[in-house]
């Protein structure tokens, strides 16, 4: 018996068109967001984290955030990011280098933590690495949504790619999938290529890469799509600016103090849903094996914004 017996060809196209265009990475997020903050002093987590989750139960990808200058760019500032990643099923975890607080500020054994030098690198690693373990152990008590770590992802911006580059070359277990916005990352090149089936999405805003340079050509996004395996796509999007993916406040500041090249405001909404799009579509795609995704990473036709790079390798 043929599946569309009885049925009209022309309700099955409207039925099929319906429900693709509900799949539409680039389409508002479903869910009810909320966040939680852990503090190092109430918590007892490593970092200071922020999480932004759907309010529903059910399964949800879990993806960990390092901000731009080596995490010292707090997620708060990204929360537009994490949480229309949240929106659209994510469980968002950003991870702060150095955060303060008015606990921290009125405690009377307040110290500033120092961190320089390589020794603070590798001790930087160590804390992302164990407040992710933290996130795992203790999230589950505080919200309903569950994470489901066999599908981790990391996402970084800026700097905060260069740690992220060497913690995936440290584990090969750590994440199924990395995005890596606006990269800049030193280690890149001195890294020997990373033999893993990590899943791996390189993205650039164009005039990240234009005076007054924000992101360097050789250490950025092409770079690192070359140091890694596969499944991997590079994009580069037309006209926008490193800064443009901040809450507004701090892109108020970057935009002002020109200290790199930002688009003008009208159309900052439509870009950070435009990064959430390709992000989601990306890891339907690449994570939970929804091929109908991969047109919209891999595709112009099927991408809102236009784009001046697009390449991917899907031969593993
Ligand atoms: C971006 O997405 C959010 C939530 O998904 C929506 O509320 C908002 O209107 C969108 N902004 C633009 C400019 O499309
Ligand atoms: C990370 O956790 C390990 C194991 O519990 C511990 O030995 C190490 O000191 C921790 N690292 C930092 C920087 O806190
Ligand atoms: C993750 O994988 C392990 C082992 O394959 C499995 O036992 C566990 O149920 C999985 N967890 C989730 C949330 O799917
Ligand atoms: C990358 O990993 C290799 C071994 O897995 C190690 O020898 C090398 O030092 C690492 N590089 C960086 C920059 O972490
Ligand atoms: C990817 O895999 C191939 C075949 O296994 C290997 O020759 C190559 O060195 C790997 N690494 C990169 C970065 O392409």
């Known amino acids: 018996m043929k599946p569309s017996q009885g049925i009209p060809a022309t309700v099955l196209l409207i039925i ?30 490593p970092l200071h984290t922020k999480v932004f989750f759907p309010k529903s139960t059910g399964k949800f990808t879990p993806i960990v955030f390092i901000g731009g200058l080596y995490g010292w760019v707090v997620s708060e500032s990204y929360s537009t990011l994490l949480s229309n990643l949240a929106s659209h099923g994510y469980i968002a975890v950003g991870m702060d280098r150095f955060y303060l607080d008015q606990t921290d ?42 994470a489901d770590w066999n599908k981790t992802s990391l996402l970084c911006h800026s700097a905060g790619c260069d740690d992220t580059l060497v913690m995936v070359n440290l584990s090969r277990t750590i994440a199924q999938a990395s995005v890596f916005l ?17 899943k791996v999405l390189a993205y650039m805003s164009q005039l990240s890469e234009e005076k007054p340079m924000c992101c360097i050509p050789g250490t950025d996004y092409k770079k690192i799509y070359d140091l890694v395996n596969c499944t991997k796509v590079r994009v580069q999007v037309k006209d ?18 020109h200290a790199c090249r930002t ?45 001046v790079d697009l390449a991917f390798d899907l031969t593993c």
């Not at 099929?16 to 852990?38: A, I, R, T």
């Not at 390589?118 to 996130?135: M, R």
């Not at 405001?265 to 995704?293: A, E, P």
């Open 16 to 45: 099929c068109l319906v429900s693709s265009q509900g799949d539409n990475p680039y389409n508002p997020g479903q869910y009810g967001v909320d966040s939680l903050d852990f503090s190092p002093q109430k918590d007892d987590i």
């Open 263 to 307: 688009t003008d405001n009208k159309k900052l909404g439509i870009y950070r849903n435009f990064t959430t799009g390709v992000i989601d579509g990306f890891l339907q795609w690449t994570l939970h094996g929804n091929v109908d995704m991969q047109k919209y990473v891999t595709n112009q036709a099927y991408m809102p914004l236009p784009l």
């Open 240 to 257: 926008f600016g490193h800064c443009d993916i901040l809450d507004d406040l701090l892109w108020e500041a970057c935009h002002i103090a």
């Open 182 to 198: 606006d990269p800049m990352s030193v280690n890149a090149m001195i890294l020997q290529p990373i033999e893993s089936k990590l």
């Open 105 to 146: 500020l009125s405690s009377p054994d307040f110290k500033p933590r120092k961190i320089s030098g390589l020794e603070g690198e590798s001790q930087a690693l160590q804390l992302y690495f164990n407040t992710t373990q933290w996130i795992k152990t203790h999230l589950k008590r505080q919200i309903v949504a569950t």
